[in-house]
């Protein structure tokens, strides 16, 4: 997971949060054909459902996100991945909005996964789980929204995998979300997308530690597992960003004419993979990247309902973002037009590259604030504020 | 009591949309044209614009708008989207003004055109005397620093609307302060005009036989 980088303290923060699980005995259908369950979704939740259940916001995270959003847990002091963008008074304001934040089904953050106990076999389920699609995930995380009671979302919000849950929600179960917040995502992933997962997973399964996935006994597919994630990182920043953080800067005073890392960048990336193998497992990883490279919503599946839909959308993408670059959220933008769905689009001016929907606080912050004001109270209350 | 925005073009172009209409707002700035239609009149409204700071505002005035530029933003929506497709001291900057207004028709029933008069006598004057380009009220900006691709008249845009078969069903002159009513293309320092395609004109000029300011 990426953590935001922002500066600024935190006065606003949720506090002491805890991830809490929720499990669902009955089978869960999936995309491929195949049956999972029971299943268990890890999930946090922050502030207070109103008595008309109608301020609930579920916050969908990126590929190696998970449960933790916002606060800090007991004895820790990572504060959560959209710390920046979840708090009281923040853009998801936790004092009039009741947020839900939920892992992915495949994940290995508590929620069922292959790392997780295959009842059938007593041990890990590894390449026996069965593969995801983000429309699996969705589905998941319909029954969780279902237990917590609510019928309909105020909202549904994440960048990246979490926007591409958004705009399966949206084609899922339309009359169920009121509007929608895609980040830096896309309709479909392109053959280059898929390019870059395929050298991520080449990498994990090229490691003979990862023993055709059978490696839980034994330990992770280190090297190859934090190969994987290095690449991951250069696709998340920019040439502009990796210019600015390290330039051609050298850990020591000298060359090294050796193979070690020389270059700051090379450092950076090295710290990053040995980071990840510590907290995510590789096969969670091969999945979940299958899971967004089937992901396609293209030609007519957005928003297959008809005419009707009327959720509103907050579409955010960045410049400088080459890995779901503007062009991708201009097609979910075409694709709204067509169906004359009310929507928002702004391309942010970041150098952050694809990082920036993590980073970029203050004009997220005054777009989704003033969206989700509006979506809550309609155009009355604007109107008393005297613009 | 209302507030009205100051701008007399706003204020015309205020009182032409009608309540509960669907209205797309080309180059809608910080949305002070769409902000009081949406308030007063309750339209839902649709703008397009380039500046993204812009945006911010009429994000914080609860407007939906589309980052984006006129010339590719309009081939999306389907037939008849809108019921005005408000095209505001935009116009002039577009290249392919044409091809927007044909755009503009199609997805509206009815067009919204306001631009700046080049043929004002102000203009004229510093042409004709002094040899230089007009800077006036409506045209502000000096030669190398315009936004401005365009350069029309009243009378331009009027041949272009036969040229193009368009039809004019309203226009409104307008000076500094007030509307101008004789000798436009002299006296104007802005117009707008209302169109519409040539056959939704006559299907429904029969009915209600629209109101030619001159």
């Not at chain 1, 990572?78 to 304001?93: Q, S």
């Not at chain 1, 001016?349 to 912050?365: C, K, N, P, R, W």
């Not at chain 2, 095209?87 to 028709?105: F, G, H, P, R």
Request: net charge neutral; aromatic share 12%; charged share 25%.
């Amino acid at each position: 997971m990426k953590k935001a980088k922002h500066e600024k303290t935190n006065i606003h923060s949720v506090g002491a949060v805890e991830t809490k699980t929720f499990t669902f005995a009955e089978q869960l259908y999936l995309a491929s054909g195949e049956k999972l369950g029971p299943v268990t979704l890890a999930y946090e939740t922050y502030g207070s459902l109103n008595k008309e259940k109608s301020n609930a916001i579920l916050i969908l995270h990126a590929l190696s996100g998970d449960a933790h959003a916002a606060g800090v847990h007991a004895g820790d002091n990572d504060t959560g991945w959209w710390e920046e963008l979840i708090g009281p008074g923040k853009a998801f304001d936790t004092h009039r909005y009741f947020i839900i934040c939920s892992n992915v089904v495949g994940g290995c953050k508590g929620s069922t996964g292959p790392s997780s106990l295959n009842p059938a076999t007593g041990k890990p389920y590894a390449l026996d789980f069965p593969f995801i699609t983000v429309a699996d995930m969705v589905e998941a995380q319909r029954h969780l929204i279902d237990h917590l009671g609510i019928d309909k979302l105020l909202c549904v919000a994440g960048g990246s995998m979490g926007g591409m849950q958004v705009l399966q929600w949206v084609s899922s179960y339309p009359e169920r979300v009121k509007s929608a917040i895609p980040i830096a995502t896309t309709l479909k992933h392109s053959p280059q997308q898929i390019a870059f997962n395929e050298v991520i997973r080449q990498s994990i399964m090229a490691d003979p530690a990862w023993r055709e996935g059978s490696y839980y006994e034994f330990g992770q597919p280190e090297k190859g597992l934090s190969v994987a994630r290095m690449i991951g990182h250069i696709t998340f920043m920019s040439e502009h960003s990796m210019e600015e953080k390290f330039s051609r800067r050298l850990k020591s005073d000298r060359f090294s004419f050796g193979f070690d890392a020389d270059f700051e960048v090379e450092g950076y990336l090295r710290y990053r993979g040995a980071n990840f193998v510590k907290r995510f497992d590789a096969n969670s990883y091969l999945y979940i990247t299958k899971a967004i490279d089937y992901f396609d919503l293209s030609g007519g599946k957005f928003l297959p309902h008809g005419k009707t839909v009327d959720t509103r959308f907050l579409i955010i993408s960045f410049k400088s973002d080459w890995l779901y670059p503007p062009h991708q959220s201009q097609e979910i933008v075409r694709a709204l037009k067509r169906k004359h769905v009310d929507a928002t689009y702004c391309e942010l001016t970041s150098t952050y590259g694809h990082d920036a929907f993590l980073i970029e606080v203050e004009e997220q912050t005054t777009l989704i604030k003033h969206f989700l004001d509006k979506t809550f109270n309609g155009y009355l209350v604007m109107g008393n504020d005297g613009i | 009591m209302m507030e009205f925005n100051t701008q007399l073009d706003h204020q015309i172009i205020y009182s032409i949309v009608k309540s509960d209409s669907r209205v797309l707002d080309l180059g809608c700035g910080e949305g002070e044209l769409l902000y009081p239609l949406v308030r007063d009149k309750h339209i839902r409204a649709q703008g397009i614009e380039l500046n993204d700071q812009s945006i911010q505002e009429c994000v914080k005035k609860g407007l939906s708008v589309f980052h984006d530029d006129i010339e590719s933003g309009l081939r999306e929506f389907p037939d008849n989207a809108f019921d005005y497709v408000i095209m505001n001291q935009s116009m002039q900057e577009v290249k392919k003004v044409d091809c927007v207004i044909q755009e503009a028709l199609r997805i509206g029933t009815q067009v919204i055109v306001g631009f700046p008069n080049f043929a004002h006598r102000t203009s004229r004057f510093s042409l004709f005397f002094r040899g230089k380009s007009p800077v006036t009220k409506s045209l502000p900006y000096l030669w190398y620093d315009t936004p401005n691709v365009r350069f029309l008249s009243i009378t331009d845009f009027r041949d272009f609307c036969v040229e193009k078969n368009i039809r004019i069903v309203e226009e409104h002159y307008l000076g500094e302060k007030t509307v101008v009513r004789f000798f436009p293309n002299l006296f104007a320092l802005n117009a707008i005009f209302v169109l519409t395609k040539k056959d939704e004109a006559a299907l429904k000029s029969g009915g209600k036989g629209y109101r030619l300011v001159l």
